[in-house]
Structure formats: C-alpha cells, structure tokens
C-alpha cells in the first residue's frame, strides 16, 4: 500500500515538472509563415514603448532630485524603462530584422538600396533603444522617436 502511494507521488511530481517546462510563454509573434502580420500596430506600439520610456526617465530624474528619494519608486521606474526599450529591441529583430525586411542582394538596385536603408535604420533604433536602457538622456527618446518616423516613412513609403 506504501509503495502504491509512493508511486502516485513520483508521479504527479514527474507530471507536474512536465507540465511547468511544457508551457513555456511566448514571446513574440510566430516565426512560422502564417501570413498574419500587424506591421503597422507594431510601429505603433514602438511609439507607445517610446512615450513609456520618456515618461520612465523624467520620474527617475524628478524622484532623484528630491531630498529624501524614494529608491522603491525610482527603482520600478528604471525597471519600467528598460522592459520598454527590450520591447522595442524585440520587435525591431525578431519581427521586422527575421520576418518582415525581406533581403535585396543585387547591389546597385534599387531593392538593395531600400533594403539596406532599412536595415541601418533598424540597427540606429536598436543602438538607441539600447542607450535609453543605460541612461536618463532624454536625447536617446527623441533619436528613437525620430528613427521609428523614418523607418515607418521607409517601410510604407511616403
């Protein structure tokens, strides 16, 4: 009877350990080719990650300021900014970089010529989005601000 009992909890561990691996949360937008891209909510959402960032980075620099400051607050704060600029990092290479800037390889043409446009303006905004991580410098927002309006001009033409 003892060993029946033991049995049955090895293996509700067991399945319980499977089930916790099993469902791991998914990230991002598949990388299979369903055909079902949101181009432009993903340009809107950079920009709603941008206004975040801006927003996160005056409340550390005003909470900082302050005689006694509230590291709790400025700490959520920092934590804020930079899943914000992770999110733009992941939408900039794992949709537009993987599976949405289709590569051109005839140099000269005018594909090629988009093409790599395109990808430097996706490199600039994850070297910004990167800075906006590591500082306070309200530059780095309006860097992105104005990368993800140019990139956005590029990719659905004017």
Not at 45 to 67: C, G, P, V, Y
Request: proline share 3%.
């Amino acid at each position: 009877m003892e060993r029946i009992g033991r049995t049955a909890a090895i293996g509700l561990v067991a399945a319980l350990v499977w089930v916790a691996f099993s469902a791991l949360p998914a990230f991002s937008h598949c990388e299979i080719p369903c055909g079902i891209y949101g181009d432009k909510m993903r340009i809107a959402a950079m920009k709603e990650d941008i206004a975040t960032i801006e927003k996160s980075m005056n409340q550390i620099i005003e909470l900082s300021k302050q005689a006694q400051p509230n590291y709790n607050q400025i700490v959520r704060w920092v934590r804020n900014k930079e899943h914000h600029a992770d999110k733009i990092r992941e939408a900039v290479t794992q949709y537009f970089m993987a599976q949405r800037v289709k590569p051109a390889l005839s140099k000269g043409s005018r594909e090629h010529d988009d093409y790599t446009h395109k990808l430097k303006l996706l490199h600039l905004m994850i070297v910004h989005s990167m800075k906006s991580k590591q500082t306070t410098d309200l530059q780095n927002v309006e860097k992105l601000k104005q990368l993800v309006d140019r990139f956005e001009k590029a990719y659905f033409g004017p």
